[in-house]
């Protein structure tokens, strides 16, 4: 099975940016849609982004939209996240999470795997 270990917060001024990266080893790497999730203090787990297996195809929670990116680097067993304009909302641990389902990868239940998360703040 996968192991996932995400890399790359930190604190930074609002309109700052930051890349997270999220290594996977111990599976195939190709075979997983690959997403972001995030918790804030007090908070459940929200979708950020996610990017298919096959396709490469993304999708975005509104709120990051045009402002995140995420990509993957099969190479590398890498995904990241591109955050730009960051703002004190987007404060939160963010947490790579790995999927062998074909659809529903909005929701938290469709993982099966999980890294240990990295903390961002954002200040304003």
């Known amino acids: 099975q996968v192991q996932l270990v995400e890399s790359g917060g930190g604190l930074v001024q609002a309109g700052g940016s930051l890349r997270l990266a999220c290594a996977a080893s111990g599976g195939t790497f190709s075979t997983y849609t690959m997403g972001w999730f995030r918790q804030a203090p007090e908070k459940e787990r929200e979708f950020v982004a996610t990017i298919t297996r096959s396709s490469g195809s993304t999708y975005y929670e509104d709120s990051v939209k045009g402002r995140f990116t995420i990509s993957r680097d099969t190479a590398k067993n890498t995904v990241y996240l591109q955050m730009n304009s960051l703002k004190p909302e987007d404060t939160a641990v963010y947490y790579c999470?790995?999927?062998?389902?074909?659809?529903?990868?909005?929701?938290?239940?469709?993982?099966?795997?999980w890294g240990q998360g990295t903390q961002v703040t954002v200040s304003s």
């Open positions: 999470a790995a999927s062998l389902r074909t659809s529903g990868w909005s929701s938290r239940y469709a993982y099966g795997y």
